[in-house]
């Protein structure tokens, strides 16, 4: 069955320092999405992204964050210049189009020291 | 934009009796809902979702979920709960004409022995 996959598992990080969270989403899916659960916290929608452009972003996702799908498989986070808050684990999901069911992937553990 | 809401933080219930977590929806039209459960340190498992047709959906693991219109809520239930359904459990609404999703706060599901 296809699935959705995120790679690092767990990201340790220096405060100040860039880090990039990688997804690859089910290969057929048209439209992608990041979210972010603080520890102990509930999901919180970040981003989605639809034919090579962001669709809808929350307050959440500032300047200090991007998005791309640089190539025909991956599609990735980017956060620029961490800080302690950003510690947190980043759900990838997307889904085939239409009426969605999102498929998450199994999340990436982001550690900001 | 769509919310969600789960009044409930933390639920304790004794194996073997039923369970039912609340879900309460704020969007214009008919939603798309769902139900996910989270295992400490774990992804999302999609345990059951609506789009549309009968207000009462099955989903895996012997959870149901009633959408009622009326009340704007999705409650999840289950007949008799296992020791193994502890768990955080969580509410979310999408959009149809977007696909973009909203989760509630969660609720901690504690099974007594």
């Known amino acids: 069955e296809p699935e959705v996959t995120q790679t690092p598992s767990h990201q340790v990080t220096q405060m100040g320092q860039e880090v990039i969270l990688r997804c690859v989403p089910i290969s057929n899916h048209l439209y992608f999405y990041w979210y972010r659960q603080i520890l102990g916290q509930k999901v919180e929608f970040l981003v989605s992204f639809y034919n090579n452009e962001i669709s809808e972003k929350s307050e959440i996702f500032d300047d200090q964050f991007s998005v791309e799908r640089p190539d025909g498989s991956n599609f990735t986070l980017k956060i620029r210049s961490t800080k302690l808050e950003d510690s947190a684990m980043y759900f990838c999901a997307s889904v085939s189009g239409g009426a969605g069911e999102q498929f998450f992937g199994p999340g990436t553990r982001l550690t900001v020291l | 934009a769509q919310s969600v809401t789960q009044p409930d933080i933390h639920i304790t219930v004794s194996e073997g009796a039923s369970l039912e977590l609340r879900c309460n929806y704020s969007?214009?039209?008919?939603?798309?809902l769902f139900w996910y459960v989270q295992s400490p340190g774990q992804g999302l498992q999609l345990l059951l979702k609506?789009?549309?047709?009968?207000?009462l959906v099955q989903g895996i693991k012997g959870f149901e979920a009633e959408f009622k219109r009326s009340q704007s809520s999705f409650n999840l239930r289950k007949p008799s709960v296992h020791w193994s359904d502890a768990a955080e459990y969580f509410c979310?609404?999408?959009?149809?004409?977007?696909?973009?999703?909203?989760f509630g706060a969660g609720t901690r599901l504690t099974v007594k022995p």
């Open positions: 979310a609404v999408g959009a149809p004409n977007n696909n973009d999703m909203r």
């Open positions: 609506y789009f549309s047709g009968d207000t």
């Open positions: 969007y214009g039209a008919t939603p798309y």
